[in-house]
């Protein structure tokens, strides 16, 4: 397969190298420009993310790939994980966690909280570093450009900006003001409507607002896989779960299958001078269903868990002289609708809710020197304060939002007995940081950029991260990166104080005991680690772009769960007083080393009157875990894809543009240890994605469009990224979606 991968990879080189035409000079990149440009041209994109100053993409000391506006239209991206899903190195596994939806990895660092993403230099995921699904509630609709950071961010960006950076830059009003509506239908129940209205006031006055909303029915599994998704169990009431039969209260349990997912996120910007205001709320709701058999789960539409962010920042910029000064206030606040819960055989079928609530107040002062065109010194402090209300463990009733904070835990409620109040973990606590970056150019050919930040956290203390970084061109054509960064994931609430699990009692509530009870470990420290990175970006003319990338990652502190007993003992098996069978705990328990690298090669061309962008990417991944609680040796890293590969074509023929783009996985690392090689993971097969789109645009000014997921109809399994017995989550078949957007 990787000798096929390959010659795919070596005839778009050959055939750009061929065609290839003298690029026509553009300043911007309209879709109608876009594809004019060589790929000299689109790798001199300027951005912000990886310095916080601007700079051409090709200079910037960071692995970055830019995905423009025109991008996002033309290839008919819906929500984030549909563009990393696309970008080398990235994994996105729909499906596969019953709270944040897809996992999304990035050089075999999982999970959505282990990177950090911005709109317009503004963290907009939690604030205290809950998970987050990846959807339609980020608004890349709204997006000039969306900068992607690989690598460790935190010499920049403080805490879990471990595995990069995501920033979502906006579009503003330029000398025309802008009105863009989109409506988008598709099969299997999903929906999108989007609208922006940019506009250039009085006295310099821009102003923006914005809104989406998007809904999901999503493919009835019972349906789509009936061979693995019966839902007798629905239809009778009674489920035959893993731990034994058992009967929800009846009328309770709808026996169609309904999972659906709904996003939406508002938005609204002004901006005058060097004074600019922002106000972003998104939210989404999933599934908890996920994961599970029907047998072992309610598969109903009032099952699910919804998540919101309201973020709210004000900036200042000021230029003198040669320093440039941006002062920053941001606040934000994250809370799980009272109404979320899970219902499985883990509670006896019935809804568990769930409750938490996490916020932030920051202040920030940069500071930007340029001593001559040859150094630059970029500085600045931040304090921040958050308050915490970590995730609760499973109630009987919703919290209440008017009231004091309280819950009574699930199945605890008896005749004449009010239940076990639940035992919740509210937090403050503060960060101070400082950090600082010198980027000094000896010669007009090579960079160097020296930098670091020191952080102080009362729960956890101190942390300093460098950074150091050389950018050289040893000939004309040819970009040499070498980089070194470390970086930290702060303990966050959720992880250090997550309690769930649920007592039972045989006598009506007189008392109670356990199977099972997860529990907080306070005394968690900080998962840090250390990246070495090169990368060596040819040109072939002006069309035709090589690069090859090469990785090393050690990461150490990574948490993992254990028994109290015998490892941190702190509840001697018991918990509110009341006996518990086991007792587990989050500990720092092992170390990760990944190293791996991919291949690119990228080509705009022209065949007649059709102009093309093409791109090839090979990636590879491998990791290895140590001083696990199951073995002595270290063993193959879990719930990656060692090997990759996409290929995609972009088009455009007059009126009509077009996109094909095609992932290709290899066998899929599984969490399950083989057997008789407990140094080995199992494996479940690969699959070949393959996504259509295209669109027609009338005068310039209304596109009407379509989108085809999943075009060859796979039926494919993600592996999941922890332990289950079952081989992975099943994943959409074929989707097809229309959609009309007017600009005005």
Same mark, same amino acid.
């Given at each position: 397969?990787?000798?096929?991968?390959?010659?795919?990879?070596?005839?778009?080189?050959?055939?750009?190298?061929?065609?290839?035409?003298?690029?026509?000079?553009?300043?911007?990149?309209?879709?109608?420009?876009?594809?004019?440009?060589?790929?000299?041209?689109?790798?001199?994109?300027?951005?912000?993310? *990886? @310095?916080?100053?601007?700079?051409?993409?090709?200079?910037?000391?960071?692995?970055?790939?830019?995905?423009?506006?025109?991008?996002?239209?033309?290839?008919?991206?819906?929500?984030?994980?549909?563009?990393?899903?696309?970008?080398?190195?990235?994994?996105?596994?729909?499906?596969?966690?019953?709270?944040? /939806?897809?996992?999304?990895?990035?050089?075999?660092?999982? =999970?959505?909280?282990?990177?950090?993403?911005?709109?317009?230099?503004?963290?907009?995921? +939690? !604030?205290?570093?809950?998970? #987050?699904?990846?959807?339609?509630?980020?608004?890349?609709?709204?997006?000039?450009?969306?900068?992607?950071?690989?690598?460790?961010?935190?010499? #920049?960006?403080?805490?879990?900006?471990?595995?990069?950076?995501?920033?979502?830059?906006?579009?503003?009003?330029?000398?025309?003001?802008?009105?863009?509506?989109?409506?988008?239908?598709?099969?299997?129940?999903?929906?999108?409507?989007?609208?922006?209205?940019?506009?250039?006031?009085? &006295?310099?006055?821009?102003?923006?607002?914005?809104?989406?909303?998007?809904?999901?029915?999503?493919?009835?599994?019972?349906?789509?896989?009936?061979?693995?998704?019966?839902?007798? %169990?629905?239809?009778?009431?009674?489920?035959?779960?893993?731990?034994?039969?058992?009967?929800?209260?009846?009328?309770?349990?709808?026996?169609?299958?309904?999972?659906?997912?709904?996003?939406?996120?508002?938005?609204?910007?002004?901006?005058?001078?060097?004074?600019?205001?922002?106000?972003?709320?998104?939210?989404?709701?999933? *599934?908890?269903?996920?994961?599970?058999?029907?047998?072992?789960?309610?598969?109903?539409?009032?099952?699910?868990?919804?998540?919101?962010?309201?973020?709210?920042?004000?900036?200042?910029?000021?230029?003198?002289?040669n320093v440039k000064s941006v002062s920053t206030l941001t606040a934000s606040f994250y809370e799980v609708n009272p109404k979320s819960n899970f219902r499985n055989l883990y509670g006896g079928m019935e809804h568990g809710y769930k409750y938490s609530t996490?916020?932030?107040?920051?202040?920030?002062?940069?500071?930007? /020197?340029?001593?001559?065109?040859?150094?630059?010194?970029?500085?600045?402090?931040?304090?921040?304060?958050? $308050?915490?209300?970590?995730?609760?463990?499973?109630?009987?009733?919703?919290?209440? =939002?008017?009231?004091?904070?309280?819950?009574?835990?699930?199945?605890?409620?008896?005749?004449?007995?009010?239940?076990?109040?639940?035992?919740?973990?509210?937090?403050?606590?503060?960060?101070?940081?400082?950090?600082?970056?010198?980027?000094?150019?000896?010669?007009?050919?090579?960079?160097?950029?020296?930098?670091?930040?020191?952080?102080?956290? %009362?729960?956890?203390?101190?942390?300093?991260?460098?950074?150091?970084?050389?950018?050289?061109?040893?000939?004309?054509?040819?970009?040499?990166?070498?980089?070194?960064?470390?970086?930290?994931?702060?303990?966050?609430?959720?992880?250090?104080?997550?309690?769930?699990?649920?007592?039972? +009692?045989?006598?009506?509530?007189?008392?109670?005991?356990?199977?099972?009870?997860?529990?907080?470990?306070?005394?968690?420290?900080?998962?840090?680690?250390?990246?070495?990175?090169?990368?060596? &970006?040819?040109?072939?003319?002006?069309?035709?772009?090589?690069?090859?990338?090469?990785?090393?990652?050690?990461?150490?502190?990574?948490?993992?769960?254990?028994?109290?007993?015998?490892?941190?003992?702190?509840?001697?098996?018991?918990?509110?007083?009341?006996?518990?069978?086991?007792?587990?705990?989050?500990?720092?328990?092992? +170390?990760?080393?990944?190293?791996?690298?991919?291949?690119?090669?990228?080509? @705009?061309?022209?065949?007649?009157?059709?102009?093309?962008?093409?791109?090839?990417?090979?990636?590879? #991944?491998?990791?290895?875990?140590?001083?696990?609680?199951?073995?002595?040796?270290?063993?193959?890293? !879990?719930?990656?894809?060692?090997?990759?590969?996409?290929?995609?074509?972009?088009?455009?023929?007059?009126?009509?543009?077009?996109?094909?783009?095609?992932?290709?996985?290899?066998?899929?690392?599984?969490?399950?240890?083989?057997?008789?090689?407990?140094?080995?993971?199992?494996?479940?097969?690969?699959?070949?994605?393959?996504?259509?789109?295209?669109?027609?645009?009338?005068?310039?000014?209304?596109?009407?469009?379509? %989108?085809? $997921?999943?075009?060859?109809?796979?039926?494919?399994?993600?592996?999941?990224?922890?332990?289950?017995?079952?081989?992975?989550?099943?994943?959409?078949?074929?989707?097809?979606?229309?959609?009309?957007?007017?600009?005005?």
């Amino acid at each position: 397969m990787i000798r096929k991968l390959l010659t795919a990879t070596g005839c778009i080189f050959c055939l750009a190298s061929a065609i290839a035409q003298e690029p026509r000079p553009s300043d911007t990149l309209k879709l109608d420009k876009l594809l004019n440009l060589s790929f000299e041209d689109l790798m001199n994109v300027t951005v912000v993310t *990886p @310095t916080r100053n601007s700079q051409k993409q090709e200079q910037a000391p960071a692995t970055v790939l830019v995905i423009t506006k025109d991008l996002i239209e033309l290839r008919g991206y819906r929500n984030l994980a549909e563009v990393l899903n696309d970008l080398p190195d990235f994994l996105v596994k729909d499906k596969s966690d019953p709270q944040f /939806y897809n996992p999304v990895g990035v050089r075999g660092i999982s =999970r959505q909280d282990y990177f950090t993403i911005l709109i317009d230099g503004v963290r907009i995921s +939690s !604030p205290t570093n809950e998970p #987050l699904p990846i959807l339609e509630n980020y608004p890349i609709y709204l997006a000039k450009q969306i900068e992607v950071v690989y690598g460790p961010g935190s010499a #920049l960006y403080g805490a879990d900006a471990m595995g990069g950076v995501i920033n979502i830059i906006t579009r503003k009003a330029g000398k025309e003001n802008e009105l863009t509506a989109t409506a988008i239908g598709g099969t299997q129940g999903y929906s999108n409507t989007s609208l922006v209205l940019n506009r250039n006031l009085k &006295n310099g006055l821009k102003f923006c607002i914005a809104g989406l909303y998007s809904y999901d029915a999503q493919p009835d599994f019972s349906k789509s896989y009936p061979d693995h998704f019966r839902m007798s %169990s629905h239809e009778t009431g009674v489920f035959n779960t893993a731990l034994g039969p058992m009967t929800p209260r009846a009328g309770t349990v709808d026996p169609e299958f309904a999972a659906p997912v709904k996003a939406y996120n508002v938005y609204s910007s002004i901006e005058k001078g060097g004074f600019s205001m922002m106000l972003l709320h998104h939210y989404v709701a999933v *599934p908890t269903s996920t994961t599970l058999s029907p047998d072992d789960a309610v598969f109903n539409r009032n099952v699910f868990y919804g998540h919101g962010v309201t973020t709210a920042s004000a900036n200042y910029t000021t230029e003198t002289g040669n320093v440039k000064s941006v002062s920053t206030l941001t606040a934000s606040f994250y809370e799980v609708n009272p109404k979320s819960n899970f219902r499985n055989l883990y509670g006896g079928m019935e809804h568990g809710y769930k409750y938490s609530t996490g916020s932030m107040q920051k202040i920030e002062q940069q500071l930007i /020197y340029t001593f001559s065109e040859k150094i630059g010194l970029t500085g600045g402090a931040t304090y921040e304060i958050f $308050q915490s209300l970590p995730k609760t463990p499973e109630l009987q009733y919703p919290v209440s =939002r008017s009231e004091a904070r309280s819950g009574v835990l699930l199945n605890s409620v008896y005749d004449g007995n009010p239940g076990i109040e639940a035992k919740f973990f509210p937090l403050v606590y503060t960060n101070v940081g400082s950090y600082v970056q010198l980027q000094y150019n000896p010669v007009k050919k090579i960079s160097f950029t020296l930098g670091g930040r020191y952080d102080y956290n %009362s729960r956890f203390g101190a942390t300093v991260n460098p950074r150091i970084g050389s950018v050289f061109q040893p000939f004309q054509k040819t970009t040499i990166k070498v980089l070194y960064g470390t970086a930290y994931l702060a303990p966050s609430p959720m992880v250090t104080y997550e309690s769930f699990g649920s007592f039972y +009692s045989t006598d009506s509530g007189a008392t109670y005991r356990s199977r099972l009870w997860h529990l907080p470990n306070p005394n968690l420290k900080p998962i840090t680690s250390q990246t070495v990175e090169v990368s060596v &970006n040819q040109k072939i003319g002006k069309d035709v772009s090589i690069t090859l990338t090469a990785y090393n990652t050690k990461i150490n502190n990574i948490i993992q769960i254990v028994a109290d007993e015998g490892n941190t003992n702190l509840y001697g098996n018991k918990f509110l007083g009341w006996d518990v069978d086991y007792i587990e705990v989050p500990v720092n328990k092992s +170390s990760q080393h990944n190293y791996g690298g991919n291949l690119r090669v990228n080509a @705009t061309f022209t065949i007649g009157q059709t102009k093309l962008m093409a791109y090839s990417s090979l990636s590879y #991944l491998e990791g290895m875990e140590s001083k696990l609680a199951s073995s002595a040796n270290d063993v193959e890293q !879990p719930a990656i894809t060692p090997w990759q590969y996409r290929l995609g074509m972009d088009g455009k023929y007059k009126a009509i543009n077009f996109s094909v783009r095609l992932l290709q996985s290899g066998r899929q690392r599984m969490n399950q240890l083989r057997p008789q090689n407990e140094e080995k993971r199992e494996t479940t097969a690969g699959y070949s994605l393959v996504n259509v789109s295209a669109g027609y645009t009338h005068k310039g000014y209304v596109t009407i469009f379509m %989108s085809i $997921q999943n075009a060859l109809n796979q039926r494919y399994v993600a592996a999941l990224p922890r332990n289950l017995d079952v081989e992975g989550s099943f994943q959409n078949l074929l989707r097809a979606t229309v959609g009309v957007r007017a600009e005005f």
